[in-house]
């Protein structure tokens, strides 16, 4: 008999992700991530692939947690970043055989790097002060902390030394000898080395200015040691790579106009000879990247953009709850190269763009490594780390279901509880995701099977404001936080409880995290439909959210469409405006290191309630930040997920 999902099954899921192929397209590399519960940590392991026979060897067997990795170009050599010796630094593993060696021990804070073609040079980026081979000062006593600027603290890293620039440097892997190259109060990132072993392509972007958040495209020529700006971009800008023949460029964008943090990011093309840019996937009306929700992966280090040697090109692309690669042709032709319901978090080309090696996951696979030929389709699965799990497990598949509302079609999924019996009446979770510019998708989600497995129905939205369908539609919530949004899921709620007759629509359960702990919190102010809530990570007032949240100055009137001068507006949107009207028990989660959505959110939302005699209880969560979900502390991942379990038995 199966076993039905547990929350300790977090130990058991293995990750597989960062498949990368070697130059010589004979062998690649990947990722497998576990979670150590003695250790209370996570830890990857590298291993390597060889595409002819299809065997797999394990390369490092350490506890330490790897990320950055690359090839050299002759093949013989895997670099990565590791923290075996507690900081990390960068590293160089013969691929024949042999131990890995810290190339420069001291360095540290590497931020980017990138192999030359002569095999004994690295071109890098790494935070400093004063020089690379800086001594870690250890403070002897509390220090004050001067502010002013906008931009000083980031969640998951809280405040930033305002002091250290990521500087432009090379390295010699055999000496390790570092030549500075670039320092300035800018932060440069090393992009690509051209075919020809003659220029660096970076990007920098300065933190002088709290309102500018352009970025350039850079060509550093080595020979002459001069640096030119091709490209300028009002928006960010990853991925940069030049094509075979070094007679392109492509990189992906994430433009600021014309809807913020809401536009679409492109694939843009850049003609070396020509010196202008086009955008290549302007025209799809889908945005470029991977936008799903999930809480397996780990250590996904996808490129942007593959070129081919026939200067083809394929990326990846969010699409109605999916995240496919496609192919696309300079002249502007574009077919997707993979098929439908799954989710792609890794990949990466063979040169003559016949073959993909993908990392890849749906609703009831949790994470697979196969080889993937574009032509035909056909598909051999390369790992099976996860293959008794998925044997021994009750995994729900859900059903895919759509609800037209206001003139517009809204998808989502809903799971049947994993004991379903025809006849009987279940409970049913709606799950809101955050971002809110994110997507729920097919892949697996520990979460929603742990749900299923405790007796409910779990149905799960993108609504308006979601990526993955179409630019108005990602647009659709800026400025109307509570809106239209609301709506769209209440259909969906309406459309469950109407249209299945398994559905127990007296026992109604909502919950979510950030957008979607904001939207919990917005649904108890503006309905008593639902039995129990439970928010997390949340947003409650606009007006205090602006100057507490890492990214409240901007984010705020971006996405509300008001800052300080109209604080009427952002109360409007404020859930805290509301719990006046709330009859429904309320359990908020928050972690005290959150800096995204601050703890003094759940903090004013527990006292007003509170205060007004509403049902409501509060846990808080140390150590742990906006990330708690996905990348927190395994036992207080462990926690989070006993307290969802225990408020929602206790209240449904």
């Known amino acids: 008999m199966k076993k039905y999902v547990e929350k300790e099954d977090l130990f058991e ?20 991530t576990v979670i150590d519960e003695k250790e209370n940590t996570y830890y990857n392991y590298l291993y390597q692939l060889n595409l002819q026979t299809r065997q797999i060897q394990q390369l490092t067997f350490g506890k330490e947690r790897i990320s950055s990795v690359q090839w050299s170009p002759n093949s013989k050599m895997v670099s990565f970043i590791s ?11 013969p691929i024949d055989g042999g131990e890995a060696r810290a190339v420069v021990k001291e360095l540290r804070h590497i931020t980017s790097y990138q192999w030359h073609i002569d095999n004994a040079t690295i071109y890098f980026t790494a935070k400093i002060e004063q020089g690379f081979l800086e001594e870690k000062k250890e403070k002897k006593k509390p220090e004050a902390y001067h502010v002013d600027r906008m931009r000083y603290k ?11 620039y990521a500087a432009f440097a090379k390295l010699d892997v055999t000496t390790g000898e570092i030549t500075p190259l670039i320092k300035d109060e800018t932060n440069y990132s090393v992009q690509h080395v051209s075919p020809d072993g003659q220029t660096v392509l970076l ?8 309102d500018d958040f352009s970025m350039q495209l850079l060509q550093y020529s080595i020979e002459e040691k001069t640096m030119e700006k091709i490209f ?9 790579t030049y094509s075979h023949d070094g007679a392109y460029i492509a990189f ?14 492109e694939v843009y093309v850049y003609d070396v000879t020509q010196q202008s840019a086009w955008s290549l996937t302007a025209m799809m009306d889908l945005p470029v990247g991977d936008y799903a929700i999930g809480d397996v992966q780990q250590s996904v280090q ?11 090109l394929y990326f990846q692309m969010s699409s109605m709850g999916d995240v496919r690669l496609y192919y696309a042709t300079l002249s502007g032709a574009i077919y997707p190269a993979t098929p439908e319901e799954e989710h792609i978090y890794g990949y990466d080309i063979t040169k003559d763009g016949q073959y993909a090696l993908i990392t890849c996951s749906s609703p009831t696979t949790v994470s697979n490594l196969y080889l993937h030929e574009v032509t035909t389709g056909e598909r051999h699965q390369l790992t099976q780390f996860n293959e008794n799990y998925e044997q021994t497990h009750h995994l729900v598949k859900p059903e895919i279901i759509q609800v037209e509302n206001e003139g517009q079609l809204v998808w989502g999924w809903l799971m049947k509880p994993a004991q379903y019996q025809e006849g009987q009446k279940y409970p049913l979770m709606l799950a809101i995701h955050g971002g809110p510019h994110m997507m729920y998708a097919n892949t697996f989600m520990h979460e929603m099977q742990l749900l299923a497995a405790e007796g409910y129905g779990v149905l799960y939205m993108n609504p308006r404001g979601s ?34 007759a398994w559905v127990d629509s007296s026992r109604l359960g909502v919950t979510g995290g950030s957008y979607g702990g904001f939207m919990t919190n917005w649904i108890i102010g503006h309905t008593d439909r639902f039995k129990a809530a439970l928010t997390q990570r949340s947003i409650s007032n606009w007006v205090s959210f602006f100057g507490v949240s890492d990214i409240g100055y901007y984010f705020t009137p971006w996405q509300i469409e008001g800052d300080m001068h109209d604080v009427d507006k952002l109360w409007e949107h404020s859930p805290l405006k509301y719990v006046k009207n709330s009859t429904t028990p309320l359990m908020i989660l928050h972690g005290e290191l959150d800096d995204r959505c601050p703890i003094e959110q759940a903090e004013q939302l527990y006292a007003t309630m509170k205060s007004m005699g509403k049902e409501v209880e509060f846990i808080r969560f140390e150590q742990a930040n906006h990330d708690l979900s996905r990348t927190g502390l395994p036992n207080l991942r462990l926690q989070r997920l006993e307290a969802i379990q225990n408020w929602f038995v206790k209240k449904l």
């Open 13 to 32: 899921l293995v990750s597989v992700a960062t498949p990368i192929i070697a130059p010589n397209q004979l062998q690649a590399v990947f990722l497998k």
């Open 83 to 93: 923290t075996r010796e507690k900081e990390a630094t960068l590293y160089i593993l």
């Open 154 to 164: 980031l969640n998951g890293v809280g405040l930033l030394n305002t002091k250290q």
């Open 252 to 265: 992906e964008v994430s433009p600021n106009e014309p809807y913020r943090n809401a536009t679409h990011n």
């Open 467 to 500: 990526h993955g369908y179409s630019q108005e539609f990602v647009n659709g919530c800026r400025g109307d936080y509570g809106g239209g949004d609301y709506r769209d899921l209440m259909a969906a709620v309406d459309l469950a409880t109407s249209e299945y």
């Open 232 to 240: 300028d971009m009002d928006g960010s800008l990853v991925g940069a």
């Open 302 to 312: 996808a490129p942007s953009v593959v070129w081919t040697e026939g200067n083809d």
């Open 203 to 210: 990007t920098n972007w300065s933190t002088a200015k709290d």
